[in-house]
Each structure stands twice: as C-alpha cells, then as structure tokens.
C-alpha cells in the first residue's frame, strides 16, 4: 500500500504500475482510483506507467473532516505529480476528477504535463446561475446532500441507475450498481457530503482558459449526471487545441458502459 502525505498531513494513496509514459488518473464522486481498472489495465498492457490515488476522504485515503474543496484536491494531485517526479505526464479526469485536472491547472500549471482528458466532467460550471443558465437548479445538490444523509448504501444504489443508464428506465446490470455501492461506501460520508458542494459550486472557466496543451473531452449524450449541453460541449469552446468526442446514447459511466471504446480513444489521443 502506496501513501503519500499532502501540505496538510492528510494521507493520500496511490497505485502506480509500469515504467512507460506516465499517464495519471483522477476519479469521479463518490469512487476511488479502482474505478479506473479496465483503462489502468489496458494502457499499463500497452506499455504505458499507469498511476491513480484515491482522493482525501475516499477509498484507501486518510478521512478528514475538513479540506474537501477543489483547491486542496488540486494540491494533492500536485503533491503527487511532484513526489513521483512525473514528466510529460498525461491527466485522465472522469466527472468530479475532471474538474480536479482544471483546478491543478489553474493552480499550477502545465509544466509537468502534455495532454489531457476529460471524461464526462464537471466543468465549467455545474450550478445554474445567472451567467450559468444551462447548469443544474441548487434544489439538485440539495437533494443529493439529503439522500447521502439519509442513508448512504440506498442513495447510492439509486445512484447506479442514472449514473449507468442513459435513458430513463434503463437499468444498470446488478454487478455495476453493486461496484458503484461498493466503492461509495469506502469513502467518507464528510468528504463525500462536501465533494457535492465542490463539483457543483466550483466556476472551472478560469482554469479552462490556462489550459495550453491538447486535450479531449469523452462525454455521452445521455449523461443524466453530468448533461453535455452545460458541460463539455461549453468546456471544449474554452479550451484551445481540443477534441470533443460525443458518444451516442452514453451515460454518465461510460468508462465502465463504454470501456473498450474509451480505452481505444485514449490509446489512439496518448499515441497521436
């Protein structure tokens, strides 16, 4: 078991398999980096240094109370970046984790890094607002908010189905709803309760704009979670020398309902 410790102490783990191109992944709400085992598997089998950790509060990380902000995920990314001394290293981001690649290069930069991928993320901005009309009414997060507190394993067994299923009524197979439960459950319900603030409050446009290296957006157009029209289909105009790939009838989990094809993309975007 691999840990690192960020600025303020908090213990950050780490998976880090092959000796390739460094390629680093960041995960969405409420998983860990075990969400990305089919893409880790498939590029760390096509020579590729694969690394992913599991956000402060989540999975195999220490739980504190407080620090669940885009700013100190951002932080904790670079710690990482920094101590394993990555260099020309890819960033992989699916939902909230792509909102945590934003802030990081919002905050420090693209000097270690030379591509970037966004899987049906959160910026620019989740919440609607009156420069936001598009984005998401605050009653939604409310409602999240409400629905964690009420009773995690529920909440997220309900979460399985729009998280999975594209249209309205399509079920998730048994196997993703419980890996979805699961891995929820090893998180934190703190860090978990304030990650919805952090991927919905957060205004990503700044940071989108110091974007300077090629980057690809991978979003379904059946994404009840993260919908395209406020999200990377506007994220993608921000960004210069990006790729926006749509994939039809896609949900939100695509990197698990769509994994040969997101793992072709970021084969062919890595090797490009």
């Known amino acids: 078991?691999?840990?690192?410790?960020?600025?303020?102490?908090?213990?950050i783990f780490y998976k880090d398999w092959g000796t390739g191109r460094p390629v680093?992944?960041?995960?969405?709400?409420?998983?860990?980096?075990?969400?990305?085992?089919?893409?880790?598997?498939?590029?760390?089998?096509?020579?590729?240094?694969?690394?992913?950790?599991?956000?402060?509060?989540?999975?195999?990380?220490?739980?504190?109370?407080?620090?669940h902000d885009m700013d100190s995920f951002a932080d904790d990314l670079a710690v990482l970046v920094d101590t394993l001394d990555l260099r020309s290293a890819a960033?992989?981001?699916?939902?909230?984790?792509g909102g945590e690649i934003a802030r990081y290069v919002g905050r420090h930069g693209t000097g270690r890094i030379d591509r970037i991928v966004l899987i049906a993320a959160v910026p620019p901005l989740m919440l609607k607002t009156a420069d936001n009309p598009q984005g998401s009414p605050a009653?939604?997060?409310?409602?999240?908010?409400?629905?964690?507190?009420?009773?995690?394993?529920?909440?997220?067994?309900?979460?399985?189905?729009?998280f999975h299923g594209g249209r309205p009524g399509v079920e998730p197979s048994k196997a993703a709803?419980?890996?979805?439960?699961?891995?929820?459950l090893r998180g934190g319900i703190p860090a978990q309760y304030g990650g919805i603030r952090a991927f919905s409050e957060t205004d990503f446009r700044e940071d989108l704009r110091r974007f300077n290296v090629p980057t690809l957006f991978i979003h379904g157009d059946e994404d009840r979670i993260v919908p395209l029209a406020a999200?990377?289909?506007v994220a993608a105009r921000c960004v210069r020398n990006s790729t926006l790939k749509v994939y039809a009838g896609g949900s939100h989990g695509i990197c698990t309902t769509h994994s040969d094809r997101v793992n072709a993309d970021l084969l062919s975007f890595l090797e490009d």
Do not use: K
């Open 91 to 97: 960033l992989v981001g699916h939902s909230t984790g």
């Open 231 to 233: 999200s990377a289909a």
């Open 1 to 11: 078991m691999s840990h690192l410790a960020a600025r303020d102490g908090t213990r």
């Open 177 to 184: 709803a419980d890996r979805l439960c699961l891995l929820g």
């Open 24 to 67: 680093v992944f960041c995960h969405g709400w409420p998983l860990d980096a075990d969400a990305w085992d089919a893409q880790m598997l498939f590029l760390l089998h096509n020579g590729y240094r694969v690394i992913a950790h599991d956000r402060r509060g989540h999975g195999r990380s220490d739980q504190p109370a407080a620090g």
């Open 139 to 162: 009653e939604v997060f409310d409602g999240m908010r409400a629905g964690l507190a009420g009773g995690r394993a529920q909440f997220f067994l309900d979460l399985a189905r729009p």
